[in-house]
């Protein structure tokens, strides 16, 4: 037992070949598994995310996401219901670093049945298919991730954001920018209230009263 333990953990398959077959554990045979209608068939298992530009998403090997799903075979399609839980790790849309967006989704769907030369599909919860007696999950796991994804990419409300001059990290350090950029614009209201000082008044902008 003790020569298992030894073997180093650096033989692995390569991420490429792991990556690939992350794909296929999705595709699922529905004719083979699910022959009848009513018949059912459940699955597990995780992994890996990794965002692409926009709102894309690519699943590797991993376990940034714990996914469940059971599957039931009706007439004319299959009835998807499951969950996805874990993170996906997006860039603050303001300082530029990585933080991690955690998701917990129920998915309910349905993807009917269409053989590979299908023209146009129509009607209601025709979005996901079984082409050819094969359902992909992919496409649904992939929709409800890229859904729950927050509009407005931030690590956190109170992110400062990185200086657009100097490019320092504002939530680490500061810079001169900012304070130069509004003495300028607001030279003139300076100078006004300067005036109203030096006239002998309290320094307040006239009221819409007055
Ligand atoms: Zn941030
Ligand atoms: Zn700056």
């Given at each position: 037992m003790r020569e298992f333990h030894n073997v180093p953990k650096q033989e692995k398959p390569q991420e490429h070949s792991v990556d690939g077959h992350a794909h296929e554990i999705f595709k699922i045979d529905v004719t083979n598994v699910m022959s009848n209608v009513g018949d059912s068939k459940r699955i597990k298992g995780t992994s890996g995310l990794t965002p692409i530009k926009g709102y894309e998403l690519d699943f590797v090997s991993g376990a940034d996401m714990e996914w469940k799903v059971e599957m039931r075979r009706v007439s004319g399609g299959?009835?998807?219901?499951?969950?996805?839980?874990?993170g996906v790790e997006l860039e603050c849309a303001r300082c530029l670093h990585a933080f991690s967006f955690p998701f917990d989704i129920t998915i309910r769907e349905v993807a009917i049945f269409?053989?590979?030369?299908?023209?146009?599909?129509?009607?209601?919860?025709?979005?996901?298919?079984?082409?050819?007696?094969?359902?992909?999950?992919?496409?649904?796991?992939?929709?409800?991730?890229?859904?729950?994804?927050?509009?407005?990419?931030?690590?956190?409300?109170?992110?400062?954001?990185?200086?657009?001059?100097?490019?320092?990290?504002?939530?680490?350090?500061?810079?001169?920018?900012?304070?130069?950029?509004?003495?300028?614009?607001?030279?003139p209201l300076l100078q006004y209230k300067e005036n109203l000082s030096t006239n002998g008044s309290d320094g307040k902008l006239p009221g819409p009263s007055e």
């Open positions: 299959v009835e998807i219901a499951g969950s996805l839980k874990g269409v053989s590979s030369g299908y023209e146009e599909v129509e009607g209601p919860n025709s979005e996901y298919l079984v082409v050819d007696g094969v359902l992909d999950l992919e496409p649904v796991f992939r929709d409800a991730i890229c859904l729950s994804l927050p509009h407005k990419r931030i690590c956190a409300p109170s992110c400062r954001g990185i200086c657009p001059v100097c490019g320092a990290d504002l939530n680490v350090e500061t810079c001169e920018c900012a304070s130069r950029k509004i003495d300028i614009r607001l030279k």
